[in-house]
């Protein structure tokens, strides 16, 4: 979805703003007095951290954006550009509704991720938590206790008001949920077959 797509090109731009400059990982430190992920080779990994990052130190960014550029004086051109287009993101209905969404749902994959990646369980047991994820990510839809909150934002921040801002959350939520929800049962729909090579294994 395009949606997702320019969600996760922002929080690229954010992981790769501030190792860049030191002057700007200084300011990181001191108001969010946390660095953002770096990167990384493994997307699923990168996406998850950054928008748990991102999530929950929001309101420090906007403070920190909003910082370089009240004080223009000391950053060049490209940086207040760079804050200025930050800020309009981390307050925009779309884009904070999103991450939301994604914080909410890889809070349950990274569990299902961890049980998966561990030789501890056997196949029947990883294979119900895959159908517990997603009867817990479809039993939740598409407006979970962490996304109604932003249906209570002021509607100058959803463009069209509030109901834009309903049509969006159901409907993009439910495609990221769709789409989610269907990939990972084709990823394990021949679980039969896996089950009996399971059970010949040494």
Same mark, same amino acid.
């Given at each position: ?12 731009? @954010?992981?790769?703003? $501030? ?8 300011? *990181?430190?001191? +108001?969010? =007095?946390? %660095? ?47 804050a200025?287009g ?11 509704? @999103?991450?939301?969404? $994604? ?8 569990? *299902?991720?961890? +049980?998966? =990646?561990? %030789? ?10 895959v159908e ?21 934002k ?49």
């Open positions: 979805m395009k949606e997702c797509w320019i969600v996760f090109s922002h929080l690229s731009g @954010l992981a790769a703003f $501030f190792p860049r400059s030191p002057k700007r990982a200084k300011l *990181l430190d001191e +108001i969010c =007095q946390r %660095r953002l992920p770096r990167v990384a080779p493994t997307r699923r990994n990168f996406n998850a951290r950054s928008v748990c990052t991102v999530s929950n130190k929001r309101e420090e960014l906007k403070e920190l954006f909003e910082h370089i550029v009240d004080h223009h004086d000391d950053f060049d051109q490209d940086n207040i550009h760079s200025d930050y800020i309009t993101h981390l307050v925009s209905f779309e884009f904070c509704f @999103l991450l939301s969404t $994604f914080s909410s749902i890889f809070a349950h994959s990274d569990v *299902l991720f961890g +049980i998966l =990646q561990s %030789r501890e369980f056997d196949m029947q047991f990883c294979l119900n938590s517990d994820f997603c009867s817990t990510i479809k039993r939740e839809g598409t407006l979970s206790q962490c996304t109604r909150p932003w249906l209570a002021p509607a100058s921040r959803a463009p069209g008001g509030h109901r834009h801002a309903e049509t969006f959350a159901s409907g993009t939520s439910s495609g990221v949920i769709d789409n989610l929800l269907t990939q990972l049962r084709d990823r394990f729909k021949d679980y039969e077959r896996l089950m009996f090579l399971a059970l010949i294994e040494p």
